[in-house]
């Protein structure tokens, strides 16, 4: 008696695992654009309030993006916070970077164009009550490289009457200074940048 063949059942071909990449990059541009949306909500906010108290409550309703949402991008207000003055130092480095190599008076000129240009990040940047420190480093590397070229151009015997007076010729080459005048007298940042290239070729005469 022959012996019944056992039927075999078929395998089915094995699927092919999807590469998963694109989603997950996607995901993760997603992502990056919901942090940018409320950094920037933020910038907005310290420029209207001049610094003032921004509750996660008005970000979230300014973005459509959730509490909860917030909350699993940053872990609490501080972290927002360091996030925002990051996104701020990083602008105004790189703006800050096209000018550098310009001789000091046409990096003056310049710069208060600049400012203009990047007028709410500049004020954010002035405003944000986070950050201090990171803004005095900031502000020394920039006094010391306005101070070199200076020296570089115009190269004399340092004394300490010259130090002081070389300072105050840096220290009018600043944000503060823009932001004043161009909201006390309403000039652009074109015509302070003369102005102040104006007071600065004064100065450098009598040194």
Same mark, same amino acid.
């Given at each position: ?7 075999? =059942? ?29 950094? &920037?909500? /933020?910038?907005?906010?310290?420029? &209207? ?20 949402? %917030? ?11 360091? =996030?925002t003055d990051a996104y701020l130092q990083s602008y105004l480095q =790189? ?10 008076? !046409? ?6 164009? /600049?400012?203009?240009? *990047? &007028? ?22 920039? *006094? ?13 015997? /340092? *004394? ?28 652009? !940042?074109?015509? %302070? !940048? ?10 450098? &005469?009598?040194?």
């Amino acid at each position: 008696m022959a012996l019944a063949k056992k039927k075999t =059942a078929k395998k089915s071909p094995k699927r092919s695992k999807k590469n998963r990449s694109y989603d997950n990059s996607t995901r993760q541009e997603k992502v990056e654009k919901s942090q940018t949306r409320i950094i &920037e909500a /933020m910038v907005q906010f310290l420029v &209207e309030r001049k610094g003032g108290d921004v509750k996660i409550d008005e970000l979230a309703k300014r973005t459509k993006i959730s509490q909860r949402t %917030i909350f699993r991008f940053f872990t609490d207000k501080t972290a927002l916070l360091e =996030a925002t003055d990051a996104y701020l130092q990083s602008y105004l480095q =790189a703006g800050m970077s096209q000018v550098t190599e310009l001789s000091f008076r !046409g990096f003056v000129k310049q710069v208060f164009t /600049m400012f203009e240009r *990047n &007028e709410s990040l500049v004020m954010a940047y002035m405003f944000s009550p986070f950050g201090q420190n990171a803004r005095d480093l900031f502000r020394k590397k920039f *006094n010391r490289i306005l101070l070199d070229r200076i020296l570089a151009e115009k190269p004399m015997q /340092m *004394n300490k009457e010259r130090e002081r007076k070389l300072a105050l010729v840096v220290s009018l080459v600043n944000a503060k200074l823009w932001y004043d005048i161009r909201t006390d007298f309403g000039y652009s !940042g074109a015509e %302070i !940048g003369e102005t102040v290239e104006w007071a600065v070729d004064a100065l450098l &005469e009598k040194i």
